[in-house]
Each structure stands twice: as C-alpha cells, then as structure tokens.
C-alpha cells in the first residue's frame, strides 16, 4: 500500500444513505448510542468515528438545494495532534494513516486542542479513558484493502487511492465542469479541500457548493500548524543565546564599572589622609 494513500470525497455524489458510517462502527467495534452516527445531526463522538451530516442550501438561483458531507479526522500530512502528543501515542504509519496507541496515552488531552478540525474525543464516562478517532482503517491499509467507508459506498462518492491521483482526478473533474455550459450540469468550486489546509490532509473533498455552507473549517491556515510553530521556535536558540551573551556582556561591564569606581574611592581615601 502507498505511503502517499487518500480518499477523494465528491460532495455532489453523496447521497446522505450512511453506509459508510455504519461501516465503520461494525468495523471498529463501536457502539450504536444516542449518537448514531447516520443521524443527519450527528457529530463526531468517542462511538462515532465518521458521521454524515445534512445541510440545507440556497444555490445561486436562490432555490433550496440539500447536500451531504461526511467528516471524520482528516489524516494530516502534518498532524498536529502527533506533533504535541509527547508520550508519542499519535503517530503517522507506514501508509500514511495518523494512529492512536491507548497504551501509551498518558491522558493530557493536547491533542484535542491541537486539532485544527475539533476532531479528536475523549471518552468521559470511563473509568480508563482513551482519545477516539478514525484511524483510516491502518489495519486494513496494512493489508492491501481499502478503508470500510470506502468499500461500501454505493454511489462511488468515496474514492480511494494514491493522493496525487486524486487530486489529479480531483482537478480534473472541477475543470470539466468548468468547461461545460450545460446549466443542469454539475458545476463543481474551484478549489479541493484539503489539499493545502493545514499543509495538506489526507481526506480530500470536492463540492458544488462553497465548503464553508457545509460545515467545513473556513479557518484552518493552509500551513500545517507544526509548520507554523516552528517558524518561531526556530529561533528560540538563537533568542536564549544572544540574551545570554548581552546579559554576561551587561554583566561584565558592570562589574568592571564597579571596580573602577572602587579604585577611585581608594585613591581619594589615600589623598585625604595625607
């Protein structure tokens, strides 16, 4: 399986049918609660891994239009939420999916606050709590499959591959609908989603509609956020040893400035008692 693996989300084919979240409970074992995760209001929870959200819009003819958007963590190319985990229980795998290790969480929760997308949950009623979140079925990439989401998809909204096939694909998609004059044709938004926020994500989505109508962060920078940190604390050894050196210099000199007075006071001692 590539290292570079992706999933394309085509919004206009979505049909809001939630098998994909029904996937994902049975193979991940979660629970189906108050929360079930096909309820068209349902957010992302420690059961609920991926959802389908409902969103009622008005199109530029003013007509009320319905569309879909599935979220689940959005797999980081940088992800954040590794980048505070000090205990190192979110790590990036061999295929690219951004895992949790429940054995090596210590429970501090920055990665909750870390996430650009609020992804991340926090499972408050156990005794022994872990953080939950999609794992982009790291075990089934392992084995040359595809994730569960994916494989049930009926419409073929959900497509899975190489991430720069896709966002080829992607492109090219939203330049043909570009090109067609058709109005009853689907015309896609100029821009794939996470192709650049937060340095690039490994869920890409593609719509007919603006992305913020749909739920999505408008706020996520494009630069990863780890990318971001470091811009500044970069310089940090810099900072602390230009400081260091003016504080000894300051230092030096006053010193030095003290004892030259103190010789002075001694000579003028010397003289007065003459």
């Not at 409902?54 to 980081?76: E, G, L, P, W």
Request: net charge negative.
């Amino acid at each position: 399986m590539s290292s570079n693996s992706a999933v394309l989300f085509n919004v206009a084919k979505c049909i809001g049918c939630g098998s994909c979240t029904v996937a994902c409970k049975l193979w991940n074992d979660l629970e189906f609660g108050e929360n079930n995760a096909h309820g068209f209001d349902a957010e992302l929870s420690a059961d609920s891994w991926t959802v389908v959200q409902y969103h009622s819009i008005k199109n530029n003819a003013d007509q009320s239009v319905f569309r879909f958007t599935k979220r689940q963590c959005m797999h980081c190319l940088e992800p954040s939420c590794a980048s505070v985990c000090f205990a190192n229980a979110i790590t990036v795998d061999e295929n690219g999916a951004v895992v949790y290790s429940p054995k090596k969480c210590v429970g501090c929760r920055y990665c909750l606050i870390a996430c650009p997308f609020d992804v991340p949950k926090y499972e408050w009623n156990k005794v022994f709590p872990s953080v939950m979140k999609c794992q982009l079925c790291a075990d089934k990439l392992a084995e040359g499959e595809t994730p569960s989401c994916v494989s049930v998809c009926p419409t073929g909204a959900l497509i899975f591959g190489d991430r720069d096939e896709l966002l080829e694909k992607a492109h090219a998609i939203i330049a043909t609908s570009a090109a067609t004059e058709n109005m009853e044709a689907t015309h896609y938004v100029n821009e794939v989603y996470g192709e650049k926020q937060a340095g690039g994500t490994r869920w890409l989505y593609i719509s007919d509609v603006p992305f913020a109508e749909l739920g999505l962060p408008a706020s996520v920078p494009k630069k990863s956020i780890p990318g971001i940190v470091h811009d500044y604390t970069k310089w940090k050894p810099g900072v602390f040893l230009g400081a260091a050196a003016a504080f000894s210099a300051i230092g030096l000199y006053t010193k030095r400035r003290l004892k030259i007075e103190e010789e002075k006071a001694s000579e003028n001692g010397g003289e007065n008692n003459v």
